[in-house]
């Protein structure tokens, strides 16, 4: 019989049980593993407090968690290339690897794509945070020996930020500007560093802890932080204020210059005056990468972008951008800074993952220090 596994399970809002639950059977080409370290994402936040993601319903329990390593404990018969006790990380995708999509390459947008923990299709795939899981081999990635369990979870928002990189497909030598300093956007600023190899890299954000977070750690070479002090009313004062953020992103000197116009914007908040300051702040020819997901419907100065050529480039999770990001992870590379860094809570135990929840919705924790990336040691 298949084993039983204890997994959390999310019941309504703020409703999360320890339940057992029956692994599927382990096929010829199939992996079974334990799960070392998830990193709690801003979709499985919003599922846990509101028991939906935007317009996305929860219609059954759900195991929330998706940026998770683990080590390999049982093997199909046809796996080749890993063995048991191997520490993998996860691609938690399950497309259908068949319409002309996945063929292509694109599988990341295929139509019958499963994820786990999103209850975007149904029956809902179950995520991670739970003792084990089954999934497919071609879909779990060997970490080297120098690449810690906590480092293989970030793989996942770290392939996010890959696959916005290779979408832009921005040269090197640029000006970068990231709009959100979470971990995502830390993230993109980081490869935007190691790989673009930006000349400057500026981090706007509302939250003055986290932008100075982004520059004193090296991810950001300026900041800005958004201003809150006044509330921009119509579509004129809206865009009126968009520009004079995008005023405060020009003028702004690093390096001894001012920035000036960027090459690219990485948009990682969703928030419409950020999409439209992002619009403003882009140089013609330039680019931006709409990563956050926010209101689904926002009004954009579309003119502003058309008549400069700025390209809006959506940019859904990831696809073939896993084994970058782990060679990334190994690299050593100078240039990228300290990825641990974005891990700043730590929770030990299936029994703590409600406050690990608790935790990650906190800007601060209880002794004032800035809450990023919270992760569960399982």
């Not at 199939?30 to 996305?56: K, P």
């Not at 190899?197 to 932008?211: G, L, N, P, S, Y």
């Not at 800074?337 to 929840?357: C, E, S, V, Y």
Request: proline fraction near 5%.
């Amino acid at each position: 019989m298949p084993p039983a596994v204890l997994a959390s399970v999310l019941h309504g809002p703020r409703d999360l049980r320890l339940e057992s639950r029956t692994l599927p059977s382990l096929s010829p080409t199939d992996v079974q593993l334990s799960i070392l370290t998830t990193g709690l994402c801003g979709s499985d936040l919003h599922y846990y407090t509101h028991f939906r993601n935007g317009d996305i319903l929860v219609r059954e329990p759900l195991t929330l968690g998706h940026e998770s390593s683990g080590v390999i404990t049982a093997l199909g018969s046809a796996v080749n290339g890993l063995s048991v006790g191997d520490r993998v990380a996860l691609e938690v995708g399950q497309p259908c690897e068949e319409c002309e999509l996945c063929t292509s390459g694109r599988y990341n947008i295929c139509r019958g794509m499963k994820f786990r923990s999103s209850a975007k299709a149904f029956p809902h795939a179950q995520g991670t945070l739970q003792e084990e899981v089954v999934m497919p081999a071609r879909w779990v990635h060997k970490l080297p020996e120098d690449v810690s369990s906590e480092m293989g979870a970030l793989a996942e928002p770290l392939a996010v930020a890959l696959h916005a990189e290779k979408r832009g497909g921005l040269k090197e030598g640029g000006n970068v500007l990231v709009f959100g300093a979470g971990a995502v956007g830390l993230l993109c600023a980081a490869v935007s560093k190691a790989v673009t190899k930006a000349r400057v890299v500026v981090v706007a954000d509302i939250q003055e802890e986290r932008v100075r977070f982004a520059v004193d750690n090296g991810f950001a070479d300026g900041g800005i932080v958004v201003p809150m002090g006044r509330r921009a009313e119509g579509v004129e004062g809206k865009l009126e204020y968009a520009r004079e953020v995008s005023t405060l992103v020009k003028e702004l000197v690093v390096k001894g210059e001012a920035v000036g116009e960027v090459q690219g914007t990485y948009e990682c908040t969703g928030v419409e005056s950020c999409m439209q300051s992002a619009i403003y702040a882009t140089a013609p020819g330039g680019k931006i990468m709409i990563i956050g997901m926010g209101n689904p419907i926002q009004t954009l100065p579309i003119s502003a972008a058309s008549l400069r050529e700025v390209d809006l480039v959506g940019v859904f999770r990831y696809a073939n951008t896993y084994p970058r990001a782990i060679e990334l992870l190994a690299s050593k590379n100078p240039l990228l800074p300290d990825l641990t860094k974005l891990i700043t809570q730590r929770f030990k135990g299936m029994d703590n993952i409600p406050k690990a929840f608790d935790m990650a919705a906190r800007v601060k924790d209880g002794d004032g220090n800035l809450v990023l990336k919270v992760v569960v040691d399982m």
